[in-house]
Structure formats: C-alpha cells, structure tokens
C-alpha cells in the first residue's frame, strides 16, 4: 500500500508539471502572435520600406491656356509621407512627353485643344507604389491682347490715320472691329485695324473738342476685347485778337 501511494503521488507531480509547461508555451506563443500583429499595425503607411499608394493626382489649372503652367498634386493614402519620392510621365494628346518630368508641365510643350494628363508614382526606400494616372484636361483658348498707344491732339482740318495692334498667345487670326465712333468719313480696315478719318470743322462742331475711339478686336472663339483712347481737337485757325 505503501508503494501504491508513492507512485499515486509521483504521478500527479508529473502531471502538475506538464500543465504547467504547456501553459508556459501557450502564453509564449499567444505572446509571439501579439508582437507580430503589432509590428503588422506599426508596418501600414511607410513603414517597413513600402511605397505608399496614390489615391488621387488634382491637375491644375483644370482649363488651362498656353499662357498657363500645369501642376500635378499627388495625394497619398496615408497621414504622412515623409520622405517619399514621386516619379512623374506627362502625356500630351496620348503620347508621353520624354523631355517634360517633375510636378510642373511647361507651358511650351503644349498648344490650345491638346489634351494633357499626368501618371505619378510614389517611392519610398526603394520600394515603388503602382502608377496613378490623373484626371484628362484640355488646353483652351486664350483671349487676344489689344495695344492701343495713346493719341495727341490732332489739328483740324486735317487726315487723322491711326493704327491698332494686337496679339495672340495661339497665333490665332484676329479681326478688328470699331466701335466708336461710327461717323460719316471713317475708313476701318478690321483685317489690319488701321483706321483714317477726314476731320474738319463741321466734324468738331458734331462731336465736340474730343471724341473716344473704341476698338475691338476677336480671335473667332472668345468674347471680344475692347480699348478705347481719346483723340483732342484744335484749330489750325488763328483766333482774332482782341481790339
């Protein structure tokens, strides 16, 4: 009986001892699993080299002209991007630009109606994002610049010969048109904008000592733009003198 109960208690020794052991593991390894998942929390974002992703590319302007540069913003999908590299390929009218890079397109890779957008990629530690690509926009029209130099006083009666210019940023074909006055004796030319008029006295005596010369000038596809400059009358006469 004696032995009997030496070997009873031997065996719940062993038994205990094993519980134990297996536990020991079990929390080891539940111990291992939370570290691991909080490295997995800790690695989203930057961490651990990867790239982080793009999830939106703003090209602006939205309509721009060629007097315009174009800008790519990128927008990450994470908080911060510290230390994060991008790789920009511009595209204009679907063929890549080679020598155009970076967030800034140049306005002279471009003329009005072509079409322009931008694929950027992320890097980070040498591990690179997959590419986004922006938004499609347009190049549109820009309005024509009228130059109109102001004007003395003119002596009447006389030819009074005056000459608008203008320019285009698309190299468009301009047509000029007068606004004011539309008098009797005024030759306009609205290919050139050259402009003569036959002044005298009775021209003065309708329109007083100056008059507005309103010109406008249009590219076909835009609003007009419009100037003005004034023109001052005097007399060639020689007024009488005093008694």
């Given amino acids: 009986m004696r032995k009997a109960g030496t070997l009873f208690f031997i065996a719940l020794l062993a038994l205990s001892f094993c519980s134990k052991s297996k536990a020991g593991a079990s929390g080891s390894s539940a111990s291992r699993d939370g570290q691991a ?3 997995s929390r800790s690695g989203e974002g930057t961490a651990g080299g990867a790239a982080p ?3 939106a590319v703003a090209l602006s302007p939205e309509a721009p002209t060629v007097l315009d540069v174009v800008c790519a913003g990128p927008e990450l999908d994470v ?3 510290e230390g994060v590299d991008f790789i920009y390929l511009w595209f204009i009218n679907g063929q890549e630009s080679p020598d155009a890079d970076g967030p ?4 002279s890779h471009y003329r009005k109606g072509a079409w322009l957008y931008c694929r950027v990629q992320s890097v980070y530690q040498g591990e690179e994002s997959e590419w986004f690509k922006s938004d499609v926009i347009r190049v549109h029209n820009s309005l024509p610049a009228l130059d109109l130099a102001p004007v003395g006083s003119f002596a009447i009666p006389g030819d009074f010969r005056y000459q608008a210019a203008a320019s285009d940023p698309d190299n468009d074909e301009l047509t000029y048109e007068l606004l004011a006055p539309l008098d009797q004796g005024i030759a306009f030319d609205a290919r050139t904008g ?3 008029w036959r002044l005298d006295a009775e021209t003065v005596e309708r329109l007083g000592e100056s008059v507005e010369i309103k010109i406008a000038v249009s590219d076909g596809e835009g609003e007009k733009v419009t100037g003005s400059v004034t023109l001052q009358f005097t007399s060639t006469k020689k007024k009488a003198e005093p008694i």
Avoid: H, N, T
Avoid at 104 to 107: A, N
């Fill in 79 to 81: 908080p911060e991007g």
């Fill in 104 to 107: 800034v397109l140049d306005k």
């Fill in 194 to 196: 050259a402009l003569s």
């Fill in 37 to 39: 998942a909080g490295e």
């Fill in 53 to 55: 992703r793009i999830k």
